[in-house]
């Protein structure tokens, strides 16, 4: 499970106080706080299995429980927002929407939940770089700049490929997991392709 | 490290007035106050509830899946107890 959600809240929340506008402010300030439920919500999933909220805890701290390294990634400028919440939060969606339908009930519910508040995470992240990429030249570059980071750490979050990815036959077997990695990361490529063109942006790789 | 968890609560939500209150999820909490406050800030934010009950998960009985058998198959044969099981000339349209 993917609990370390709580991680975006330092990450993100830490430019809340350097949004550019009031509007930026307050649609940031509503994702992290969504980010902070999403984390309880998972963490509640957990408990269901008979694991208290203190251990899960421990085993974040000592390095037990692993979490995506998507998380490892600074964040260098306001354009980075935008990025992840395009990038990033597109690609968790892509990831959890299968999971909605994942045989593990409390893991389903949560799932549910989260996606229910999770596009608008995408959208805000877009909207920022829309409006980047219409700007100045340099706020154009800004754009490219944290797309040209962050694309590849987004495609890495789909998990290794099917053919390296030690979990995914039994998870698919228990019907934990719905869709295989590359069949997400093939789903997110085609999704955000169009979104890079429409918005002037160029997808590092076809540089 | 001590393993003291805050007690378990079971959060129910009603939607709006005139439906019924339906679970939303758990949380943990010092107290009632603190988990109604809790509930309002994780399940709420965005207009879904105008009412919210906290139970204490303890307080809670649930049957035993293992006994579903007895106690819900006697159900399954009782084809009477449903309206689609009486016969009605076609020309009574609804009843």
Redesign the interface.
């Known amino acids: 499970m993917r609990i370390p959600k709580l991680l975006v809240c330092f990450r993100e929340g830490n430019w809340i106080t350097r949004a550019p506008s009031l509007r930026r402010k307050v649609a940031l300030l509503a994702k992290v706080q969504d980010e902070a439920g999403h984390g309880l919500y998972l963490y509640s999933a957990c408990e269901t299995l008979g694991v208290s909220r203190e251990e899960l805890y421990e085993q974040l701290h000592t390095g037990k429980a692993k979490y995506s390294s998507i998380f490892n990634y600074p964040t260098v400028t306001w354009a980075d927002m935008g990025a992840i919440g395009w990038l990033v939060d597109g690609a968790a969606i892509i990831n959890q929407v299968p999971l909605c339908n994942t045989s593990y009930g409390p893991y389903a519910g949560a799932m549910i939940r989260v996606c229910k508040e999770e596009s608008f995470h995408q959208r805000q992240g877009y909207e920022i770089m829309i409006k980047l990429a219409n700007g100045t030249a340099e706020q154009k570059e800004m754009a490219q700049d944290a797309l040209n980071r962050w694309w590849w750490p987004s495609l890495m979050m789909l998990g290794p490929t099917d053919a390296e990815s030690i979990h995914t036959e039994q998870s698919m077997k228990w019907k934990l997991k719905r869709k295989s990695n590359d069949d997400l990361r093939q789903q997110f490529i085609d999704q955000t392709v169009p979104q890079a063109d429409l918005i002037g942006l160029t997808i590092p790789n076809l540089i | 490290?001590?393993?003291?968890?805050w007690p378990?609560w079971e959060i129910f939500v009603r939607s709006k007035n005139g439906l019924e209150h339906r679970h939303f999820?758990?949380?943990?909490a010092a107290d009632e106050e603190m988990a109604l406050e809790n509930a309002r800030?994780?399940y709420t934010?965005?207009n879904e509830g105008v009412s919210i009950w906290v139970v204490e998960s303890k307080h809670i009985t649930a049957s035993n899946p293992e006994n579903n058998g007895e106690l819900f198959e006697p159900a399954q044969d009782k084809v009477y107890r449903h309206p689609t099981f009486y016969d009605l000339p076609d020309e009574v349209k609804h009843m």
Do not use: A, P
């Open positions: 490290m001590s393993k003291k968890n378990l999820g758990s949380l943990h800030d994780v934010r965005r």
